[in-house]
């Protein structure tokens, strides 16, 4: 079983609706891959299941080498989720953000604090640690949910349109952040994200449309000499009117 | 069992937070029930003759005989609001950070529950303290005897919280809780007035009054503060508790798609 991630076959439906369908992919371990796909596409009913707010009998999940529907909680151990809406709690500081989650993770005492100081590092906010989470502008808060994904040391790590809301600039900087992780960690991550240029060529590259894997390899061999924004229009025949924006 | 207990105190301490960042919640909830208790009750002492019936040995006024039930009231709207705020902790996200923790959800559930009874249980003392400044005074055992029926009954009612939480969709739905649940659970119980008298006035009332159980959790917390014990009443609250907690799982459990959204 593949020590990074790996999607074998997962459908999902609300109702009548097929949201997923026989969605397979793997991401090695230490691999970045972007999971791409318009609103709509399924991404975010994907990062349900994977994260097991829902669950399903159509397929199966493995986290680091641990089986999403056999072994639950030993697969959750191991990933570190950054939510696509903001979870932070607003009130209490970056550190007791943090020390929070870390003792959902039953991290506690010198350890815990040892592990926040790291990620901390990791993300260059320590100096900030004892801000309010409220004082902070866009881009740090998300530095720190990133920061918070990472105090248990997961071998994976998701992150469900990360940059949604954030300024050029601070989009920029996490994306770099974050490909930087995934170098020098050896951290397995799994970006979705409906924003081409997020996707850097030597990432792995999966792309959902109306609930299917339309193509999966590193961008820069699907592009070829297209733009990769134009090489998802081309592939999902969407009109490029208005497409262009959701890109 | 540590990173359980490590869990359960970050998630009390939590909103033991939470709740000295909302201090007119605070506030609020100690207004409620003293209105009922100082202008209420002091007005329909006149209207209400209440008889010998236990745990009283001796006639009581009415506002004695309404403290354990505004000490239930005091449960029974933070258990609702607690689940108010679990809608509004979905729609922000935190609670999809307490779900994707690895322990069982219903500890992590229980451990919820937990934390937002042990905020009740000091607003409630502190209206027994206020009442007891106005004369409404119980033996020093009572109110330590109180405890454990306060405790149960919070969790029956957090509970019942957290298994509508799971049902309501979107946060304008609270008005309809307000008024489908809160006010007739109340209202059909024995926190204002004595089940016999009920019975006065519609069998049929008494009867519900009987089988809700608030009435129970109120009785509890009664013959508690009189250092008597309701076997029936706690028998009652456990039910009422297990089947409220089983409902909550059922809600919460993830092959039902908790917040089932379009992706």
């Known amino acids: 079983m593949s020590q990074g991630l790996s999607v074998d076959r997962v459908s999902y439906r609300y109702g009548d609706k097929v949201a997923l369908d026989a969605v397979s992919f793997d991401v090695a371990p230490g691999r970045f891959a972007a999971l791409l796909g318009p609103n709509g596409a399924g991404k975010s009913t994907l990062f349900s299941l994977l994260t097991r707010l829902f669950t399903t009998g159509d397929g199966r999940i493995s986290i680091a080498g641990q089986d999403m529907g056999r072994t639950p909680r030993a697969a959750l151990a191991r990933m570190g989720v950054v939510f696509q809406s903001p979870t932070l709690d607003l009130d209490l500081t970056i550190r007791q953000n943090l020390s929070y989650f870390a003792a959902l993770h039953g991290l506690s005492g010198r350890d815990a604090r040892r592990r926040i100081d790291a990620a901390l590092d990791r993300l260059e906010i320590r100096a900030r640690a004892g801000e309010k989470a409220r004082n902070l502008n866009g881009g740090h808060r998300r530095r720190t949910e990133i920061a918070r994904a990472l105090v248990h040391d997961p071998s994976v790590l998701l992150l469900d349109e990360p940059t949604v809301g954030l300024d050029a600039a601070a989009r920029q900087s996490i994306t770099e952040h974050v490909h930087r992780l995934c170098a020098e960690d050896n951290l397995t991550v799994l970006w979705a994200t409906h924003l081409t240029d997020e996707v850097y060529d030597d990432d792995q590259l999966v792309l959902l449309h109306q609930g299917r894997i339309l193509a999966g390899g590193t961008c820069a061999e699907l592009r070829g000499d297209k733009s990769l924004k134009d090489y998802f229009l081309d592939l999902t025949q969407m009109p490029r009117q208005g497409a262009e924006a959701a890109l | ?263």
């Open chain 2, 1 to 263: 069992m540590i990173p359980y207990l490590v869990a359960l105190r970050a998630i009390v301490l939590r909103e033991g937070l939470r709740f000295i960042h909302q201090r007119e919640r605070f506030v609020a909830a100690l207004v409620r029930p003293l209105v009922w208790l100082l202008v209420f009750a002091a007005g329909f002492r006149a209207a209400l003759g209440l008889s010998i019936i236990p745990p009283y040995a001796t006639y009581i006024t009415y506002e004695t005989y309404i403290v354990p039930g505004l000490c239930g009231m005091i449960l029974l709207f933070n258990g609702m609001q607690s689940s108010l705020s679990l809608v509004y902790d979905r729609e922000t996200g935190s609670m999809r950070l307490l779900l994707t923790a690895p322990l069982p959800r219903g500890w992590l559930l229980f451990c919820k529950l937990l934390g937002s009874t042990a905020i009740s249980i000091v607003q409630v003392y502190t209206f027994l303290t206020i009442a007891a400044l106005f004369g409404i005074e119980m033996s020093a055992w009572g109110y330590v005897a109180a405890l454990p029926a306060l405790v149960i009954s919070g969790l029956m009612l957090g509970a019942l919280g957290l298994a509508l939480s799971s049902f309501i969709k979107q946060l304008e739905n609270f008005a309809g809780v307000m008024n489908f649940v809160i006010f007739p659970m109340f209202f059909l119980s024995s926190a204002l007035y004595p089940l016999w008298k009920m019975a006065e006035s519609s069998p049929l009332l008494r009867d519900i009054c009987a089988f809700n159980p608030f009435t129970h959790a109120v009785e509890l917390i009664r013959f508690a503060l009189y250092l008597q014990f309701n076997g029936m009443a706690l028998l009652w609250v456990l039910l009422a508790t297990v089947l409220f907690m089983a409902c909550a799982l059922w809600g919460y459990d993830p092959a039902r798609g908790m917040v089932k959204r379009k992706g």
